[in-house]
Nanobody, 127 residues
């Protein structure tokens, strides 16, 4: 099981940007599918974005489409979530998670398909 570590969260104002990072404590971040989820108090964990190993399938939640971008560094040691034009409704604890399943176009994986999870990093957006 991969040990994931998220970082990059913080307190920002609406319209600001943040870049979250997800790294593996063991070094190389190896996965078939990696996703970012978020959870606000009293709400279910919701899908934000995902990518397959090749990086050619990257679905996004409708609420973040066009504002967030998922990417991976060339060393394959980290996956990022670039978040632009942040809104108060983006406030949540953000998690990265990996799955051994292969992401298919038009067939997003569910929360239960991800076996390894990080501890999360808090993002708070003030209005």
């Amino acid at each position: 099981q991969v040990h994931l570590v998220e970082s990059g969260g913080g307190l920002v104002q609406a319209g600001d940007s943040l870049r979250l990072s997800c790294a593996a404590s063991e070094g190389i971040l190896d996965f078939n599918t990696l996703a970012w989820f978020r959870q606000s108090p009293g709400k279910d964990r919701e899908f934000v974005a995902a990518m397959n190993w090749r990086g050619d399938i990257t679905p996004y939640a409708d609420s973040v489409q066009g504002r967030f971008k998922i990417s991976r560094n060339s060393a394959k040691t980290a996956v990022y979530l670039q978040m632009n034009d942040l809104k108060p409704e983006d406030t949540a604890l953000y998690y990265c998670a990996t799955s051994t399943l292969f992401l298919q176009r038009g067939q997003p994986l569910g929360v239960r398909d991800y076996a390894s999870w990080g501890q999360g990093t808090q993002v708070t957006v003030s209005s």
